[in-house]
């Protein structure tokens, strides 16, 4: 069973369990989000039969293909059906003997019907992918060029611009962390605590897919970034649609914002915050990075964070980000909670 490009929403709509059956490294460069990674091939068999393929032609590669399927029959099934199980138990109120098993691969070819057909042998109901995953990416790739009511937050560092999308998310307000979907805070400390940064490629999938699950006549927050947050790209559709969007800039006095970095920051261990320091001594200059050290190794935490705080607000004055249409707003000694959203609300 197909579907056409146009048809690829309903595709991701179903509730069945949603299968990538390409290699481990296809997977890790970009994959549908929430999808479960159960290969066909290894990335040396996948490698292997590309060469035959390409030497000897298609009867060859398919029958080395079905060699290496053969020999691990009992454990691609057992992957299948642990998949389908485990989905059955999160969703518990789905009938998955009534919904679609969706697969994909790479094109929609040999190994997603592969799959399928061993499946539907099983009496399971399965939906493959026409176009598989280039099909899914070329979406992706056109999603960046629709038009967003973005409205970018901005503010020194240590102002709480990610606490402050929180505060909106949680009250059902449409918004995009960038900073998480990159695992990354965007500074040479953002690494600290997160998780391995994903390909930006898959970066780009969790954009689209939560740009795509939004109401078109609400407004999208979003933080004020650079164009790199870490080694991920934010798409270059999207940054510019943020240049030139609405901006409120967040006001907060300097110590509110010590407090905030000191809370975020002082919780990591000694040798990950020097190193951190040291990414960026050329910048800071011996006398700051010295103190900055010093610091860090006496648990000041203040005058850690004083010490970087003067380098990241001279790079503050180039961030260019909605600076056309700036509306401000003095958060200074406030809590973060809904009168500041009846504030937000008040500006737009």
Known sequence: MYFKREELKKFRSFNGPLIDVRSPSE?????????????????????IVGKIYKKEGRESAVTKGLIFVEEKIETLLNS????????????????????????????????????????????????????????????IIDSFS??????????????????????????????????GFACHRGSTFGGLGKNKQPSNEHFENLIAERLNSFKTNKHIFVEAESSNIGKCKVPHELFNQMKNSKRIEIIRSESNRLDELISTYSVFKQDELEESVLRIKKRLGPQRTKIAIDSIKEKKWDAVCRAVLEYYDKCYEYEKIGKNNIKRIDLTDLEYDKNIIELINNIL
Not at 27 to 47: C, Q, V, W
Not at 122 to 131: D, N, S
Not at 148 to 160: A, E, M, N, Q
């Open 80 to 139: 299948l059906f642990k998949c389908i199980e485990n989905h059955k138990y999160r969703n518990p109120v789905i009938d998955i003997d009534d919904s679609l098993i969706r697969i994909y691969c790479a094109r929609g070819g040999m190994r997603s019907l592969s799959i399928g057909w061993l499946l539907e042998k099983y009496k399971f109901k399965v939906i493959t992918l026409r176009g598989g995953y280039k099909q899914y990416r070329r979406w």
């Open 146 to 179: 629709n038009k967003y009511d973005l409205v970018v937050i901005g503010g020194k560092t240590g102002t709480g611009k990610t606490k402050l999308l929180k505060l909106l998310e949680n009250n059902d307000y449409q918004t995009i962390d960038l900073e």
């Open 27 to 47: 997977y890790y460069k970009g994959h549908m989000p929430n999808s479960i990674n159960i290969p066909l091939f290894d990335n040396d068999e996948r490698a």
